[in-house]
Nanobody, 121 residues
Framework: QVQLVESGGGLVQAGGSLRLSCAAS????????MGWYRQAPGKERDLVASITRDGITNYVESVKGRFTISRDSAKNTVYLQMNSLKPEDTAIYYCKANVQRDAWSRYREVWGQGTLVTVSS
């Protein structure tokens, strides 16, 4: 079994910052792309940012210049530094990783349980 555990969510005022962490544990041979998604009330879950094993990043337009995704492959951990937060960033943030459990398995998607980020105006 592979688990992703997020942390770092909370309540912050507009303009503030938060740093989310997501650590993968369990039977892991290799981790490919890791990403952060978010789901606001009444809306679908959407990609926020992703990072490949080689460090290539991708961001949704609305967070470019404010959010930074990074990863520590030695710790199987991905981070999301969120600056200049806006009320519209309020959502549950989910971590996702493509995980290979052994050399003979294909990559499978694994999701974390989510962490709530609330930005007050």
């Amino acid at each position: 079994q592979v688990q992703l555990v997020e942390s770092g969510g909370g309540l912050v005022q507009a303009g503030g910052s938060l740093r989310l962490s997501c650590a993968a544990s369990g039977s892991i041979f290799s981790i490919g792309v890791m990403g952060w998604y978010r789901q606001a009330p009444g809306k679908e879950r959407d990609l926020v940012a992703s990072i490949t094993r080689d460090g290539i990043t991708n961001y949704v337009e609305s967070v470019k210049g404010r959010f930074t995704i990074s990863r520590d492959s030695a710790k199987n951990t991905v981070y999301l530094q969120m600056n200049s937060l806006k009320p519209e960033d309020t959502a549950i943030y989910y971590c996702k990783a493509n995980v290979q459990r052994d050399a003979w398995s294909r990559y499978r998607e694994v999701w974390g349980q989510g962490t709530l980020v609330t930005v007050s105006s």
